[in-house]
């Protein structure tokens, strides 16, 4: 072989390499940790980000970011859209943060407000089933949460809604997509919600900078 054909061997091997380990991205089960994850063939980086105003740090794609008031106000028209949307750059995928303020709420009471406002939806969609209502621990926190699929003009669309408490109040969160990305983005969102955690209110972030200087 000469030169010039030991290059091209060279380089279609290496075009054979590269394709092999796409092929291989695309079909990992999608798992978080990763730092990546794959929906319908289009990979998104992930990261752990503060949401809520810096109240709650959340793993999410990093595409994810606050959705312009403007667009909030057409996606969710009503004085009854969430306090925070969360969206992808399509603004087709959305993850929702609503803080319910009307009445405290202890961790062991999330479970029934989750069947509260299941047999709500049932009753609103009495043609979609609810799936996958359960209750599972993220650190020392219940979370409780339910899917459905949402008939609409132009198809259906995938919701996901959950439920903690959070500073003593309801949180109410929230995750919707297109019907057709709902098999992988269901497990996304799943593993998502079990990285939730609250971060420190300034003036306990203090009290803890306090306790350690004194300990010192």
Same mark, same amino acid.
């Given at each position: 072989?000469?030169?010039?054909?030991?290059?091209?061997?060279?380089?279609?091997?290496?075009?054979?390499?590269?394709?092999?380990?796409?092929?291989?991205?695309? !079909?990992? +089960?999608?798992?978080? /940790?990763?730092?990546?994850?794959? %929906? $319908?063939?289009? &990979?998104?980086?992930? #990261?752990?980000?503060?949401?809520?105003?810096?109240?709650?740090?959340?793993?999410?794609?990093?595409?994810?970011?606050?959705?312009?008031?403007?667009?909030?106000?057409?996606?969710?028209?009503?004085?009854?859209?969430?306090?925070?949307?969360?969206?992808?750059?399509?603004?087709?995928?959305?993850?929702?943060? !609503?803080? +319910?303020?009307?009445? /405290?709420?202890?961790?062991?009471? %999330? $479970?029934?407000? &989750?069947?509260?406002? #299941?047999?709500?939806?049932?009753?609103?969609?009495?043609?979609?089933?609810?799936?996958?209502?359960?209750?599972?621990?993220?650190?020392?926190?219940?979370?409780?949460?339910?899917?459905?699929?949402?008939?609409?003009?132009?198809?259906?669309?995938?919701?996901?809604?959950?439920?903690?408490?959070?500073?003593?109040?309801?949180?109410?969160?929230?995750?919707?997509?297109?019907?057709?990305? $709902?098999?992988?983005?269901?497990?996304?969102?799943?593993?998502?919600?079990?990285?939730?955690?609250?971060?420190?209110?300034?003036?306990?972030?203090?009290?803890?900078?306090?306790?350690?200087?004194?300990?010192?």
């Amino acid at each position: 072989m000469n030169n010039r054909t030991d290059s091209e061997e060279i380089m279609r091997k290496l075009k054979e390499a590269k394709k092999g380990e796409e092929q291989e991205i695309y !079909t990992l +089960e999608n798992n978080i /940790q990763n730092g990546f994850i794959v %929906v $319908k063939y289009k &990979k998104y980086d992930v #990261e752990e980000k503060e949401i809520m105003d810096g109240s709650l740090a959340m793993m999410m794609p990093s595409d994810f970011k606050l959705m312009d008031e403007d667009l909030a106000k057409v996606k969710y028209p009503g004085e009854d859209r969430p306090d925070y949307i969360y969206s992808g750059e399509d603004t087709t995928v959305n993850l929702t943060f !609503t803080m +319910e303020e009307s009445g /405290q709420i202890e961790n062991d009471e %999330v $479970k029934e407000a &989750k069947n509260i406002l #299941e047999k709500q939806i049932a009753r609103l969609y009495p043609a979609s089933k609810i799936e996958d209502s359960q209750t599972v621990k993220a650190g020392e926190k219940d979370i409780s949460y339910f899917g459905f699929d949402v008939p609409l003009l132009d198809g259906k669309i995938y919701n996901l809604m959950f439920f903690m408490e959070h500073r003593s109040c309801l949180l109410m969160g929230a995750f919707n997509c297109s019907i057709h990305q $709902k098999k992988q983005w269901k497990k996304v969102i799943l593993q998502m919600l079990m990285t939730i955690k609250e971060k420190l209110q300034p003036e306990e972030s203090g009290q803890e900078k306090g306790l350690n200087a004194e300990s010192r």
